[in-house]
């Protein structure tokens, strides 16, 4: 069901060119023989590294599949691939969904390799620690394509040949293996990693408590997966903290952190060209500047994955994770909320997007500062701050969760910055969720109030506290939507809660106009609903095996 000769020679292209972390150094071996190399200490640490780095294809690119198509991201300036945005023409031979197939599956084939190189090579006292990490990372993927395609192959074995006979495997089967496989992986890698970026048993529990949780609803599931969901998540919290603030959280330069317990790591010392070989996280999500860039130190920006307004009216006045997300202050030179952060009260504000709770008062602002508002232009909170292909540039509010002023200028506006793939934020959402679906509603809203409480702003963590009674699994969808907005969450929590049809149809501008012309967009071949991926038609002709393609396609 994949082109394994395409994999095979993948391999032999591509990791050898190893070393792509925080902690790796770069090298390129061309001229080596793989039996040889690879079972020496210096080449097994190249095989690791390869699948370390593997990390930065699945997760630094385009971000559709994460993304688009949800309640809380629409098209802003630039288009986005339709099928995936809006699913009426989503169909097998989708660009978007063959690309994140073959990247995982040639990204499980590196740590495949570097498995069984782990029985090969000559003994040193990391040897155990590294299978853990590659396991973790292999599972990952596994639990990636679970969810977004159902059953699939599995894959676990190193591949020197082509073979093009691949049955799919039920996503019962999956998820066994892939919970086996970070079981394993927890009793292998380190209590706490000494270095940053790699595996350790905080990382290996939230995604055990993530896989649990994400099964309990599956028709397969039971009650225990929630339960393991609840414990595993309450024991990865007891290896990290909540960082004081949400802002300080994600103010560049403080990815490692006590919160964050896995991430994609990056620096301009791991790359080749900083213009082309970061990551497109602050390019997406981030705010158009115009074309002055190049002379400004601006790195390019798309604006096309913009908050829908039911993301802007998730928050409220009580909550600064709303401050913290979207830059609501836009100075003369955006990036001197960065370069000049400690000289704000002395700088010019631009622009300032007045919030809904803070219409009535703009007046008021202004004149609390005059000096530096006289001449600010006031946006206030209305439907137009749900951007489009013709909005104004600058005319609506950004997020700026993951803006890199160190970022260069260029067409692809790369950031250097880490990937979050899980922080303590989520561990406890996880955790809260987990109980809520056992019947624990006092200990799930305990759980989220912990979260909302360093949300909350100054003076206001009595006002930001749930009750068990207020809470439900639309209240644990709307917290994540606070909490985690552009982390690359979103399209699963949708799919894993059944919320996909109702909360788009509901909330995406794109997806609601289909609705509203007659038209349901999620409904297939045979009145399916496409809520899985399709199986890419290029990995079907490839495949030899009878299988048979996901509903609605």
């Given amino acids: 069901m994949i082109n394994n000769s395409k994999i095979f020679l993948f391999l032999l292209?591509?990791?050898?060119?190893?070393?792509?972390?925080?902690?790796?150094?770069?090298?390129?071996?061309?001229?080596?023989?793989?039996?040889?190399?690879?079972?020496?200490?210096?080449?097994?640490?190249?095989?690791?590294?390869?699948?370390?780095?593997?990390?930065?294809?699945?997760?630094?690119g385009e971000p559709w599949l994460f993304s688009a198509g949800t309640d809380l991201y629409v098209e802003g300036r630039n288009e986005q691939p339709e099928g995936i945005s809006e699913y009426r023409n989503l169909g097998p031979s989708d660009d978007e969904v063959e690309d994140f197939y073959s990247t995982i599956y040639e990204a499980i084939q590196i740590a495949n390799t570097a498995i069984y190189y782990n029985d090969l090579t000559e003994p040193t006292e990391m040897l155990d620690e590294r299978k853990g990490e590659l396991k973790f990372i292999r599972a990952l993927y596994y639990f990636l394509l679970v969810q977004t395609f159902g059953d699939v192959a599995i894959v676990d074995e190193r591949i020197n040949e082509a073979i093009t006979n691949f049955e799919r495997e039920p996503a019962q089967d999956v998820y066994e293996f892939i919970i086996t496989e970070l079981e394993e992986a927890y009793e292998l890698v380190p209590e706490v990693s000494a270095t940053p970026g790699r595996v350790d048993r905080a990382a290996v529990l939230h995604y055990l408590a993530k896989v649990h949780l994400t099964r309990g609803y599956e028709e397969f599931g039971t009650p225990v997966d929630f339960e393991k969901a609840a414990e595993y998540a309450d024991l990865a919290i007891t290896y990290g903290s909540l960082v004081n603030s949400f802002e300080e959280l994600f103010f560049p330069g403080n990815e490692n952190n006590s919160e964050v317990l896995f991430s994609v790591q990056y620096s301009g010392s791991s790359i080749v060209d900083p213009k082309e070989d970061g990551h497109l996280q602050n390019f997406f999500f981030g705010p158009y500047l115009g074309g002055e860039g190049a002379t400004e130190g601006y790195p390019y920006r798309s604006n096309t994955l913009v908050p829908t307004?039911?993301?802007?009216?998730?928050?409220?006045?009580?909550?600064?994770?709303?401050?913290?997300?979207?830059?609501?202050n836009v100075y003369e030179r955006y990036y001197d909320y960065y370069d000049k952060n400690d000289e704000l009260e002395d700088l010019n504000i631009a622009t300032y997007f007045a919030p809904e709770w803070a219409i009535a008062d703009t007046a008021e602002w202004r004149a609390a500062d005059p000096e530096n508002r006289a001449n600010t232009v006031i946006i206030p909170y209305s439907e137009a701050w749900q951007a489009g292909p013709n909005s104004a540039d600058g005319s609506t509010p950004g997020v700026k969760k993951f803006d890199d002023p160190n970022a260069a200028f260029s067409d692809g506006g790369t950031s250097t910055r880490d990937i979050f793939l899980a922080r303590l934020g989520e561990t406890y959402l996880i955790a809260a969720e987990a109980y809520f679906m056992l019947g624990e509603t006092g200990i799930a809203a305990d759980r989220i109030n912990v979260v909302r409480a360093r949300a909350a702003e100054p003076g206001m963590e009595n006002e930001m506290m749930i009750t068990a009674a207020e809470l439900d699994l639309d209240f644990i969808l709307d917290e994540r939507a606070r909490e985690l907005v552009g982390e690359y969450h979103r399209w699963f929590d949708l799919k894993r809660t059944g919320a996909l049809i109702e909360r788009t149809r509901l909330y995406n501008r794109e997806i609601r106009n289909w609705f509203e012309s007659g038209v349901n967009p999620f409904e297939g071949v045979g009145g399916a609903l496409k809520i899985l991926r399709p199986i890419p038609q290029t990995a079907l002709d490839l495949n030899e095996a009878d299988v048979e393609q996901n509903p609605g396609y």
């Fill in 309 to 328: 307004m039911h993301l802007f009216d998730l928050f409220e006045e009580t909550d600064a994770r709303f401050d913290a997300t979207f830059m609501v």
């Fill in 13 to 60: 292209a591509t990791f050898l060119a190893t070393g792509c972390t925080d902690f790796l150094e770069e090298e390129n071996r061309t001229e080596v023989v793989a039996d040889e190399f690879y079972t020496t200490e210096e080449g097994y640490e190249s095989l690791v590294n390869a699948t370390y780095a593997s990390l930065r294809e699945v997760y630094g």
